[in-house]
Nanobody, 125 residues
Framework: QLQAFGGGLVQPGDSLRLSCAAS????????MGWFRQAPGKEREFVAT????????YYADSVKGRFTISRDNAKNTVFLQMDTLTVDDTAVYYC????????????????????WGQGTLVTVSS
C-alpha cells in the first residue's frame, strides 16, 4: 500500500513537500516514482529514481524545481516542489514499478504496478 500526503493550497512561487509512505508489503524489488494528473488531462510522469536509486529522472517541466528523494529506513519517498506555478496544479500520485523495468519505460504510467491514492496540490493566487 502506498499513501501520498502533503498536498494543499499554495501561492505561485511557494514550496511544498509531498511524502509517500509504503506499507503492508515489501517494496524492496520496486522503484518509486511520482506522477500527476491535472484536471482534464492525462496522468503524466514527474520524477523517479534509476534502478539503484540514481540517477534521478525528471519531467522537463519540473526539472530544476522539483527534487525526488527517499528515506529507505522509513520506506518513504519525498517530492520537494519549489517555485510552484499554476501549471503544477494537479493530483500527485506516488507509484511503484518493478526493479527490472527497462529505462525507456520508466516514465510510462503503464510500467507502474502500485499506486497511492493521490494528494491534491493547488497553486493559485
Amino acid at each position: 500500500q502506498l499513501q501520498a500526503f502533503g498536498g494543499g493550497l499554495v501561492q505561485p512561487g511557494d514550496s511544498l513537500r509531498l511524502s509517500c509512505a509504503a506499507s503492508g508489503r515489501t517494496f524492496s524489488n520496486y522503484v518509486m516514482g511520482w506522477f500527476r494528473q491535472a484536471p482534464g488531462k492525462e496522468r503524466e510522469f514527474v520524477a523517479t529514481f534509476g534502478r539503484s536509486g540514481s540517477p534521478l529522472y525528471y519531467a522537463d517541466s519540473v526539472k530544476g524545481r522539483f527534487t525526488i528523494s527517499r528515506d529507505n529506513a522509513k520506506n518513504t519517498v519525498f517530492l520537494q516542489m519549489d517555485t510552484l506555478t499554476v501549471d503544477d496544479t494537479a493530483v500527485y500520485y506516488c507509484a511503484a514499478r518493478k526493479y527490472g523495468t527497462i529505462l525507456s519505460e520508466i516514465r510510462n504510467v503503464r510500467s507502474y504496478d502500485y499506486w497511492g491514492q493521490g494528494t491534491l496540490v493547488t497553486v493559485s493566487s
